[in-house]
């Protein structure tokens, strides 16, 4: 068979169900194959698009998802949806086009070394040289794009490779388990915690990644430990939890920040140091118990006293056979954060101010979205807000990007979800900036008849950075801009179209849409003028003696 076709046979051999992103003439005979087998190309209307979808996919499976371009301007613009991957720990593969290597008549047009390109930001770059290697290379891809830590690998097939003939088996696919933590590690974390007096448990990324994460919620339930989350640990354990004490969406000087600066012992379980960090350590300060898949990434402000590599959900286990709640653990002062943060998001619930309010949105969504219900959100002012607002009540029902934090991704990555839950309610929640970085993916939407609430956010700036700037004191300047008609806009591709004029409408609009089904994109004005008032000023002067 061709090199095309074997290698298009070891994506199905990898269980690949979809194939997003804009081929080239390079890719025409991969092309071919895929119309042959039973991989589902999704056409988007721009590369980095598909490659948010794919790490989207990646993300909310733990199989990688893949994504195609051709050479040159192709490759380039999944770069940062590479990134996006890798630094988000999203299981993903790049496949990309080039010309001939062995003759080419086309000098240098349209080439650049893209395997070179993608070295700093995946964890794989292989160009294709024989058809005979494309299976030991894409069992090696998808095993290294899912190993912990998941990321980023890139696949380049030049055309006259892809037309070769081969001969070659696939290589089948063995399940890789994890390794364990060793008994002694385990037994001295158990310790530690025993001896703290007011410990404290942290929930990051890692433990969203894989299923099984029951251990983590039968650690707190045995022992009674409050726990609280980083921005992507959102929805491991229910967040309605009584020993829940919320969501450490800014790196300091929130309500939760008082609650980790009185811990003596941090539990921290599946963060690492690429996601913002929650809190920032100090030598002499607290201590730190670092359980994850790997090993700790040691720096000036996360440098765990003990380190605990292997299964998390294993080590969780043990740790709870193990442990024995302590009649000396003292809690009532995270009992009182977590009452007074409780009191705090709901202060400026304000359905007669218009526009609408972030605290009033958040509330909304999650009063309409149900409990299976998935938000995804792109980056803006608006993700602080519901990181520490929006109660996340199931595992990866609210997706948002705390490594890379790339503008665009919020509409793309509602898409790939749609996808794989086609009976699950929908709504991508995107600043009018980002909104336009991909929304040409909206045919994209259309054309696949998914059913998708986009609710943008507008205030007419790049409202996050405003929030920087006043919070430093300069004027405002440079971050400005006019947006299209946003009815209009959605006609055009002939979805449906609706504006808030009233913050008591946005409830009862986002239901009827969430409802109806089909593309709805909703504009809704945002005051942005909370974003000083609250996590600049008010959470300044708030005291920590509760």
Known sequence: MKASDLLVKALENEGVEYIFGIPGEENLDLLEAIRKSSI????????????FMAATYGRLTGHPGVCLSTLGPGATNLVTAAAYAQLGAMPMVLITGQKPILKSKQGRFQIIDTVDMMQPI???TKQFVHGDTIPAIVREAFRLATIERPGAVHLELPEDIAAEETTKELIPCHRIRRPDCDERTITEAVQMVEEAKSPLLLIGAGANRKPGMESIGQFIDKTGIPFFNTQMGKGVIDERHPLYLGTAALSENDYVHCAIDRADLIINV???????P??????????VIHINFRSAEFDEVYFPQ???PGDIG?????????????DHWDF?????????????ILECADYDSFPIKPQTLVKDVREVMPENGIIALDNGMYKIWFARNYKAYQPNTIILDNALASMGAGLPSAMAACLLYPNRKVLAIVGDGGFMMNSQEIETAARLGLNLTVLILTDSAYGMIKWKQIGLGYRDFGLDFVNPNFIKYAEAYGVNGHVITSTDQLQSRLQSCLEQGGIHIVDCPIDYTENNRVLNEELAAKTCLL
């Open 40 to 51: 589902k190309l999704i056409v988007t209307r721009h590369e980095q698009a598909a490659g």
């Open 122 to 124: 995946t964890k794989f």
């Open 270 to 276: 599946g963060h690492d140091v690429v996601e913002k």
């Open 278 to 287: 929650p809190f920032f350590m100090e030598p002499g300060g607290t201590r």
């Open 306 to 308: 003990l380190v605990c």
């Open 314 to 326: 294993s080590t969780m286990r043990r740790m709870t056979a193990m442990i024995r709640p302590q």
């Open 332 to 344: 009532a002062y995270y009992r009182r954060v977590k009452a007074r943060l409780e009191e705090h």
